[in-house]
């Protein structure tokens, strides 16, 4: 046996909610997507070490077309039972106070790469949707219970519990408050586990920011009364203000063939102490079962950890896989991601142009419904991100580059466009908190192909620019402050687009690659 060290977080960048599964000798960890598609981001590894991308499970399942920022898929949960797995999802379609209008499904494959079944409706109480399958053979679904009668901001009342029938697919029987909280508040996220004679309920409180923690209760009899943990939170941050990982919270765990436990749980790195550019990441720790019968963290306290150790059958070694390429001569690559609408050959294709890929023009960069863009995640506070293309535009209205983009209210874009006087330019445009800015640079150029660069160290982002690889990169504008690209639900990612509010798909970008660069070690 070997203790391997490895750093936290294991899964860089935005993924958050993460939820761990054991499969033969495959482990799993599926993560939140929020608005951007394909939904459900999995990653797979052998030895919880290392860990690839796998697959994304939802496709064709959704419709996220309209959804708010910030809403869409929660907190999914994968589960296995009888030689299918198990997928519950929440589809968030509205965020506003006090109402939350938040539909849990349920789909079912026979391996995690699919085919997926078509969605069974769930119900829309709450969201943090999780599956238990009891020894006996039954299933139940839990999760959070939003009351709108609340007084306070968050409406969260604790978790609820009800009977799934895999035969009729749908929930029957009573519905079960097995949970109502703790003063901690803000009760979300639950999974069920059964440990030795009890029941164990993890869940998530205090919020998804600087609260955030872990909370445990234990019940004999599924549907209750839990008994609450006498030390909660046994997971958090809250009081640790100097720890690299903030923001501890929404677990769950797993054993290995071993006989070790451990949690998976999510967690931030603030940027310059501030908010997290890179969104919400997945860290693990083992954990431990006390003598009389608590989980608690190995190390002995309630804080996460940076730098940690998984007992392995063969030596180890963690390696750092957050670099990305693609050249568009074939299928295009499965990391990328796109705005609540899935990738077609009707805006999005590689048969126009041999080992260029032709993206058509959409709505503006704005827009909830029609936003032609193709990104990645952030994944190192150090980087370069490097496209090649050709775009003619005509018009102002005309745009075609490379952008930094958290959500529709905080970006910064790179790209050419069209200016009456100058004919084709390269330029700049922010939008920060929701307002607006053009920046002054104007940079006519010949027609032909572009390529632009972004580096980015921190919290500062430089724009560049060439027509050939043997030129000397030019600046685009001045050094942008990021921070205003840090402290969303998802991350900063990282994207190419085409925009076109002239006419909708009036006109088109052949991009002839994308790069990603990562600095950061472990």
């Given at each position: 046996m070997y203790q391997t060290k490895i750093k936290n977080p294991i899964l860089r960048g935005f993924n958050p909610d993460p939820n761990i599964l054991k499969v033969d000798n495959n482990y799993y960890i599926a993560v939140s997507s929020f608005e951007w598609l394909p939904g459900v981001r999995v990653y797979h590894s052998k030895d919880l070490v290392n860990w690839n991308y796998e697959t994304d499970i939802l496709k064709s399942q959704v419709d996220l077309r309209g959804n708010p920022q910030n809403g869409s898929i929660w907190a999914p949960q994968i589960s296995y039972a009888n030689g299918l797995f198990y997928l519950v999802y929440t589809d968030v379609k509205s965020t506003k106070r006090p109402f939350k209008d938040s539909h849990n499904y349920l789909i079912t494959a026979p391996t995690i790469k699919g085919p997926w079944s078509k969605p069974v409706y769930l119900n829309s109480s709450g969201f943090d949707p999780s599956l238990f399958h009891d020894r006996d053979g039954r299933k139940w679904l839990l999760n959070e219970n939003w009351d709108y009668r609340l007084t306070t901001d968050n409406k969260s009342a604790g978790i609820i519990m009800q009977e799934y029938d895999d035969q009729k697919q749908q929930l029957v029987g009573p519905i079960y408050k097995i949970f109502n909280g703790t003063e901690l508040a803000k009760t979300e996220a639950p999974h069920l586990y059964k440990y030795g004679d009890y029941y164990y309920l993890i869940t998530a409180e205090g919020g998804t920011g600087s609260g955030h923690s872990v909370t445990v209760c234990r019940s004999k009899k599924i549907t209750g009364p839990y008994e609450l943990d006498p030390h909660y939170p046994m997971l958090t941050a809250r009081d640790k203000p100097d720890s690299p990982l903030q923001?501890?919270?929404?677990?769950?765990?797993?054993?290995?063939?071993?006989?070790?436990?451990?949690?998976?749980?999510?967690?931030t790195?603030?940027?310059l102490g501030k908010s997290a550019i890179l969104g919400r990441e997945t860290a693990i720790q083992e954990v431990i079962w006390t003598e009389d019968g608590w989980l608690r963290l190995k190390d002995g306290g309630n804080g996460p950890l940076v730098e940690t150790e998984i007992l392995t059958t063969h030596q180890s070694k963690q390696i750092k896989n957050t670099d990305f390429f693609d050249d568009f001569n074939s299928e295009l690559k499965e990391e990328w991601n796109s705005l609540r609408i899935l990738v077609n050959d009707s805006w999005c294709n590689l048969k126009s142009r041999k080992s260029y890929l032709r993206m058509t023009s959409g709505d503006s960069i704005q827009s909830l419904f029609e936003h032609h863009m193709l990104a990645i995640r952030q994944k190192d506070f150090r980087f370069d991100a490097i496209t090649k293309l050709d775009y003619n535009p005509k018009s102002y209205n005309q745009m075609a580059g490379l952008m930094l983009y958290l959500n529709d209210d905080n970006y910064l874009y790179t790209y050419l466009t069209y200016d009456e006087?100058?004919?084709?330019?390269?330029?700049?445009?922010?939008?920060?908190?929701?307002e607006f800015t053009l920046l002054p640079t104007i940079i006519p150029i010949e027609d032909g192909e572009v390529e632009l660069k972004v580096?980015?160290?921190?919290?500062?982002?430089?724009?560049?620019?060439?027509?050939?690889?043997?030129?000397?990169?030019?600046?685009?504008?001045?050094?942008q402050d990021l921070l205003f690209l840090a402290g969303g639900f998802t991350g900063n990612f990282i994207g190419i687009g085409v925009h076109d509010m002239d006419q909708k798909s009036g006109s088109y970008a052949d991009f002839d690659y994308f790069a990603y660069h990562g600095f950061d070690s472990l």
């Open positions: 923001c501890a919270g929404h677990a769950s765990i797993v054993q290995s063939p071993l006989g070790k436990w451990y949690m998976v749980y999510l967690c790195r603030p940027l006087n100058r004919g084709r330019v390269i330029r700049l445009m922010k939008c920060k908190k929701g580096e980015v160290n921190g919290p500062i982002g430089k724009f560049y620019y060439r027509i050939n690889r043997m030129d000397t990169w030019q600046a685009v504008g001045t050094p």
